[in-house]
């Protein structure tokens, strides 16, 4: 994957004054605005290099539909869909091979975004790598296939921005809708762990850092 016409003076020109924030969604789940800004540059050359490795694939789902979301995954496990169901698996099916390993920019950025709200001891091992491209989606769901629901989620927004809606334990309950942009990092936990979420389809953008919005999605999934 290349992200066209994009250097490393153009990022930092656009996105050096936004100061990192954080503001509670509801109780234990947080919105940190701007927190992936500061390593963007490295964060990208290492998911450059690590796609060459197992790259982005449109999974499969269990009712035979082709998902809109183009995904790898990075760490000891990755998660996997295909007509045997959502699973977590060490190795990538498309190359049978373990999953390239998460590079040091992901896991402290993952475990520096949980800490800062509160989550000590975040020990991904894994790491869902998800490609939207314009009109790409993902309906409401729980996440739900990890052993130990007491870690929490840490959600990193890079690329185009998009609209993500946090809903309840139920997927008809109401959902608050919040705006991902580049740099952004959701987390939840604790009593949210189990809550349902989803990204409208993505829109067309101008001045961002990559042609598509490109989601990180740190677990852990074994014990
Ligand atoms: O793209 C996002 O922001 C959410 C991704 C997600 O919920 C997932 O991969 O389970
Ligand atoms: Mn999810």
């Excluded at 993952?110 to 975040?122: K, L, R």
Aim: charged residues 20%; hydrophobic residues 40%; glycine residues 8%.
């Amino acid at each position: 994957m290349r992200f066209v016409g994009f250097g490393k003076e153009k990022l930092m020109d656009l996105f050096t004054d936004q100061q990192p924030t954080v503001q509670q969604i509801v109780k234990d789940a947080y919105l940190l605005k701007s927190f992936a800004l500061r390593n963007q540059t490295q964060l990208l050359a290492d998911l450059t290099q690590l796609l060459e490795a197992s790259p982005l694939r449109n999974m499969v789902t269990p009712g035979g539909f082709s998902m809109s979301v183009a995904m790898s995954n990075c760490g000891e496990l990755g998660w996997v869909s295909d007509r045997k169901g959502y699973r977590y698996a060490t190795h990538d099916p498309l190359t049978d091979k373990p999953w390239p390993a998460m590079p040091n920019s992901f896991r402290t950025l993952a475990q520096q975004s949980a800490s800062a709200v509160g989550y000590e001891n975040f020990h991904p091992d894994a790491c869902l790598i998800n490609q939207y491209k314009v009109g790409a989606r993902m309906s409401l769901h729980q996440d739900k296939n990890e052993l130990d629901f007491n870690q929490p989620i840490v959600s990193v927004s890079l690329g185009l921005p998009a609209i993500f809606q946090f809903g309840g334990f139920e997927r008809a309950d109401k959902t608050v809708s919040l705006l991902l942009e580049h740099g952004d990092v959701v987390v939840w936990g604790g009593e949210s762990r189990l809550r349902f979420h989803g990204i409208l389809p993505v829109k067309a953008g101008q001045n961002t850092a990559l042609n598509c919005r490109i989601n990180l999605t740190f677990r852990r999934a074994g014990k």
